[in-house]
């Protein structure tokens, strides 16, 4: 997804397309929104693919056939995007995608079929963009804590009016966990036993999740299909009325519900009135994770939201960026979740603070110089990537590079896809001797724009960490600027003794030189 928004540029709407790729299912939603940021809706379209179809196992892949059936219907969404206008597409996939083996293929053939780039999002960032979806349907005046039961995983996320502050994602969704539980009879019924073994899985697998939760203080609501498909079967089968937009569900209800429909068919289970046919063989293990949940979190009743999740998420999300392409919203969400992961390193917050800076003033300086056309995007990852690159010392200062890599790579960082998080992990990994190159696993596992942009940030933070290599400010200020002899000039203000820094410039030349393609003179001041 781009940073700039065209809406909040020009005086003109515009059209975007929202595109949810799930698990189990593809959703689309196409929104025009206007120069005052107010929107509409102009069309939505769900499909179920069943994209994570056969990948809970041992190989960890997605199979051939799922790929092509969720390509075909996502190439089919784009298309009926572009007859309705929409010039901007924000495409995402959540757990098959994230956590497949061969999702760099998938990525591909989305790119070929639909002419889609697609962003994977992490677990807890996709719980944070569901809490904002439920924010576009519900006012919070207090606490909301919502559940969305995915294919292959459920995010939890409690917050407030603003968004959430508690994020977590489990891995377990209603695919998964009908994957790995034991074969049901030979009907599709499934015995009491079995259900009983579904939830003691999903208690083991959400127990971080259910500690760092406790029992909260807050109105409860359930944003998936599963969750609406169940909420609408008890309104129909146990109370005879038609169900609502927003149908309460409640936990007596729900366990009655469930032992009724483990114990049917499958063949029932697809004639039972509100049931979605397609869900007839997850729906028991579905209701299980939601129902073991509620036990564990206390929770008497939760309302089910329809055509509020995700994808309504990524369209708040969108809605709060500025008029230079930076969200106040994500980038205070960002800053954050950098800023919390540093600080459990118990990182030199100072050193990093300044390097930071040295690193930015650098980047914008080498722009006016022609030296790179990167953007406010990449700006705002060098920043975190100078703030985060020291905090392998954690471990050892050792190889710290190597640790530093690791922890962000792994950290699941709130505000960030996966594409991004590998960024910042791979300009931290290079911010000491190395320059980016083939031999490094850090930087083969990018994209090809990924390794242009790393190129670029990873030589700005090296450069920047050079600078304050006696962590006392010495260099206050740094700037690039093109020599008249095509040469680079560094001009540095000094505050105080910098011969560790011009002794680390001047062990470092060539390599500078090679990484910013200029000879580098120095000029203090």
């Not at 062990?507 to 203090?524: D, P």
Request: glycine share 8%.
């Amino acid at each position: 997804m781009t940073p700039t928004a065209a809406a909040h540029v020009g005086a003109s709407s515009e059209t975007v397309a929202y595109l949810d790729i799930g698990t189990n299912s593809a959703r689309l939603m196409v929104v025009r929104i206007e120069a005052d940021r107010s929107w509409s809706v102009v069309t939505m379209q769900k499909e179920s693919v069943r994209l994570g179809e056969g990948e809970f196992g041992e190989t960890r892949a997605l199979r051939p056939e799922a790929m092509e059936r969720a390509a075909a219907v996502c190439a089919r969404f784009a298309e009926l995007a572009r007859v309705h206008g929409a010039t901007r597409f924000v495409a995402v996939a959540t757990a098959a995608t994230r956590e497949a083996g061969n999702r760099a293929e998938f990525t591909r053939l989305l790119r070929d079929t639909a002419g889609l780039d697609l962003r994977v999002v992490s677990g807890k960032e996709e719980a944070r963009l569901v809490y904002l979806g439920v924010l576009s349907r519900v006012r919070v005046e207090e606490r909301a804590l919502v559940i969305d039961i995915g294919g292959g995983s459920t995010e939890i996320a409690v917050g407030d009016g603003d968004g959430a502050d508690l994020v977590d994602s489990v891995s377990l969704g209603a695919i998964r966990l009908t994957a790995e539980s034991p074969a049901p009879r030979q009907d599709g019924s499934v015995s009491a036993r079995a259900y009983e073994d579904m939830r003691h899985r999903v208690r083991l697998a959400a127990a971080h999740a259910l500690r760092a939760l406790g029992r909260p203080r807050a109105e409860a609501y359930a944003t998936s299909g599963t969750a609406v498909n169940l909420a609408a079967v008890a309104a129909r089968t146990l109370h005879d009325r038609v169900p609502r937009r927003d149908e309460p569900l409640t936990r007596a209800d729900l366990r009655t519900l469930a032992k009724r429909l483990r114990t049917m068919s499958a063949d029932e289970r697809r004639r039972v009135p509100g049931l979605t046919p397609a869900r007839a063989d997850i729906v028991v293990a579905g209701a299980a994770i939601l129902e073991t949940l509620m036990d564990e979190l206390g929770l008497g009743q939760v309302t089910a939201l329809e055509d509020c999740g995700l994808r309504e998420g990524l369209l708040l999300d969108d809605l709060a960026r500025g008029d230079h392409g930076e969200s106040f919203l994500e980038t205070g969400v960002r800053e954050r979740s950098v800023l919390q992961l540093a600080r459990a390193t118990s990182f030199d917050e100072t050193h990093a603070r300044h390097v930071a800076a040295l690193a930015l003033e650098l980047f914008d300086s080498a722009r006016d110089a022609g030296l790179h056309r990167l953007g406010p995007r990449e700006r705002e990852l060098l920043g975190y990537a100078a703030l985060l690159h020291d905090i392998g010392t954690f471990l050892s200062y050792t190889r710290h590079h190597q640790h530093t890599y690791y922890l962000v790579r792994n950290a699941e960082l709130v505000g960030f896809d996966q594409n991004e998080i590998a960024i910042l992990a791979a300009t931290t990994y290079f911010h000491r001797k190395a320059r980016p190159a083939g031999r490094y696993e850090a930087f083969t596992d990018l994209d090809r724009a990924s390794r242009k942009v790393v190129r670029k940030l990873s030589a700005y933070l090296r450069l920047a960490e050079y600078l304050d290599r006696g962590h006392t400010a010495a260099i206050a200020h740094a700037r690039l600027a093109a020599s008249a002899d095509g040469a680079l000039r560094l001009e540095l203000t000094t505050a105080g003794d910098w011969r560790l820094e011009r002794w680390a410039l001047e062990r470092r030349r060539e390599s500078l030189e090679k990484a910013l393609g200029r000879r580098l003179e120095t000029v203090a001041v």
